[in-house]
Nanobody
């Protein structure tokens, strides 16, 4: 099994920045793709950014140019640098890990989820 521990959420004003971290432990060898999903109240959980083991990244359209996902395989950690934050980025952010090379938008391939970290952006 893989356990994911997130940190870095909080309250920030619009235009500000936050950095989320997610450290993996357990059966690390089973991890391939990692990424971040978010869920706002009343909405479905949705993929924000994903990164392969070779650090190929992809992003949801609304965060392109503002968010950057990165990965340190030596530390078993994935990061999400969020700049130019907007109130509509407010959500609970979940770290995810999968044995598959990619993450799908709905999260169907995710094998492990973090506990979630709240990000609130005030206007």
């Amino acid at each position: 099994q893989v356990q994911l521990a997130e940190s870095g959420g909080g309250l920030v004003q619009a235009g500000g920045s936050l950095r989320l971290s997610c450290a993996a432990s357990g059966t690390i060898s089973s991890i391939n793709a990692m990424g971040w999903y978010r869920q706002a109240p009343g909405e479905r959980r949705a993929l924000v950014a994903a990164i392969t083991k070779l650090s190929n990244a992809n992003y949801e359209d609304s965060v392109k140019g503002r968010f950057t996902i990165s990965r340190d395989n030596a530390k078993n950690t994935v990061y999400l640098q969020m700049n130019s934050l907007k109130p509509e980025d407010t959500a609970v952010y979940y770290c995810a890990a999968a044995a598959t090379p990619f993450l799908n938008p709905s999260g169907l391939w995710v094998q492990s989820w973090g506990q979630g970290t709240q990000v609130t952006v005030s206007s």
